[in-house]
């Protein structure tokens, strides 16, 4: 029992904070008074604290303590390229993914610019919503160059389309362009996700390159404001 102590003080401090009894911003008690509130030693109140960082309930700042993150907003890491499928299984979190639009379409003159692509070339449309936690708060529209994706279906497009792309085709994805910025929402937003009184969402341009430098999918992702910040880690170079 003494040896998972600190599982009991993790999961205590999770409930405070997950019902808004520690909010986020805020600093938690120091290590002396956690040690003195639980009666434990600072051995266990740390392991404790280094669990509650690992999971991303609090930033522990050298020399100034810990600090409670806001968990109602999920890391959508700017510089990295990761799927949807992977960010839910990082985070911990039940997901899943509705197809609203699954078709191979003629491209209009407008993403020919967007895929380097000719009206000629057919292209993969998939508009998904992805739910995560039981809520729908990305809008993904997504834009395969059918030459270098000769097979999609439904059930792939339900599933992670990189996990097939990277295991069943062989394709190497190896870095996007991105673009952001604030849109105000559509009609088609308010109909694929769970947006309440929300005028405005964060839009994600992704041009996506394989390794061999090709343009082979343009995507438009749609993201609700409450839901998301967007992180990143920057060097300053001398």
Known sequence: MYENKYLSIYEELVEKIQNGQLKPNTKLPSENELVKE??????????????????????????KGSYVL?????????????SFKELAQKMGKPWGTIVNEFALISPDSQLQKQLSVTEKDPVWKVIRTRVMDGEK????????????????TKEICEGSIYEY????????????????????????????????DDKHIVVVKNYVYLDNANLFQYTESRHRL?????????????
């Open 165 to 196: 792309l990277e295991q069943d085709l062989g394709l190497k994805i190896s870095f996007a362009k991105k673009e952001f910025f604030v849109d105000e929402t559509t009609a088609e937003d308010r109909m694929f996700l769970d947006l309440q």
């Open 70 to 82: 806001d968990v109602s907003k999920y890391d959508f890491p700017i510089s990295g390229l990761v």
């Open 38 to 63: 639980y009666a434990t030693s600072r051995e266990t109140v740390r392991k404790a604290l280094t669990m509650l960082s690992q999971n991303g309930y609090i930033q522990k700042i050298r020399g």
């Open 226 to 238: 409450d839901k998301f910040r967007f992180v990143d880690f920057a060097r300053r170079s001398h």
């Open 137 to 152: 708060i990305i809008l993904d529209k997504d834009f395969f160059n059918k030459k270098y994706v000769p097979i999609l």
